[in-house]
């Protein structure tokens, strides 16, 4: 079992640059998940998904973060324009079947964005 | 306000020493307790998981328990090794209308450093 790929690991951009974080998905899991983790705010939900369908994006920051899932083996977390404000680490996770099941969250290793 | 608190934000102990870590939660209706090992520069690993009819669970070295009705919960770590040194998350969720995953709320976590 591969588990769940992150990719880039590390991000160094400019400020108003359009960023695409990506995640691959353990083969078989119907729940995605994408965190972002700061010393300050610790770890936040931004995003889940459920069949590739959104089901709360609550956690989204703001209308510059968008994220797709076009298919079950692969999702996007993008954000335009970036801000200094975004520099953080991004998990993507999954999980089978809902969180009454007590399944566990599978994270990958996450992107470290640095927006100067 | 549904919260997570952990304590103690950091703590020091000796090879071969056990310790316990807490959480107390404000979350309901609480659906199931989670805690996570964060590795410096990785992605958290599930530990346990529980809802809200278990009062303890174990894996390997590790126990976390649940008192349900002080909302308390607390992970002890036993004969520690140097691989224990991570961050600690506990995670809490609780049943949100519409949702199929449920609501997490998530405690800052421990830094527990393990010394030789």
């Known amino acids: 079992d591969a588990g769940v790929i992150q990719s880039p690991r590390h991000e160094v951009t400019e400020m108003g ?11 078989g899991h119907d729940y995605l998940f994408w ?3 700061t010393m300050m705010r610790g770890l936040e939900l931004l995003i889940y998904f459920n069949n590739n369908v959104p089901i709360d994006d609550s ?6 973060f968008s994220a797709k899932m076009p298919n079950a083996s692969f999702s996007t977390l993008k954000i335009q324009p970036s ?5 953080a680490v991004y ?4 999980s089978t079947r809902r969180q009454t099941s007590n ?10 964005l640095s927006i100067l | 306000k549904n919260q997570v608190e952990q304590s103690p934000q950091s703590l020091i102990i000796l090879e071969g020493k056990n310790c316990t870590l807490q959480c107390n939660y404000t979350v309901s209706p609480f659906s199931n307790l989670r805690w996570y090992k964060q590795d410096t520069g990785r992605g958290p690993v599930s530990l346990t998981i529980m809802t809200f009819s278990e009062n303890t669970k174990s894996n390997g070295r590790y126990t976390a328990t649940l008192d349900a009705d002080t909302k308390q919960s607390s ?5 520690s090794q140097l691989s224990d040194s991570a961050s600690y998350i506990c995670v809490v969720s609780y049943n949100a209308g519409g949702t199929s995953y449920g609501k997490l709320t998530f405690g800052q976590g421990t830094i527990l450093t393990v010394h030789p």
């Not at chain 1, 956690?59 to 510059?64: A, K, N, S, V």
């Not at chain 1, 801000?83 to 520099?87: G, V």
């Not at chain 2, 992970?75 to 004969?79: E, N």
């Open chain 1, 35 to 37: 965190y972002r983790q």
């Open chain 1, 91 to 94: 998990f993507c996770a999954s």
């Open chain 1, 103 to 112: 399944q566990p969250q599978h994270f990958g290793d996450g992107t470290r």
């Open chain 1, 59 to 64: 956690g989204m920051p703001e209308d510059r």
């Open chain 2, 75 to 79: 992970l002890h770590i036993t004969a």
């Open chain 1, 83 to 87: 801000e200094p404000r975004d520099s």
């Open chain 1, 17 to 27: 640059q359009e960023v695409t974080l990506r995640c691959k998905p353990i083969s």
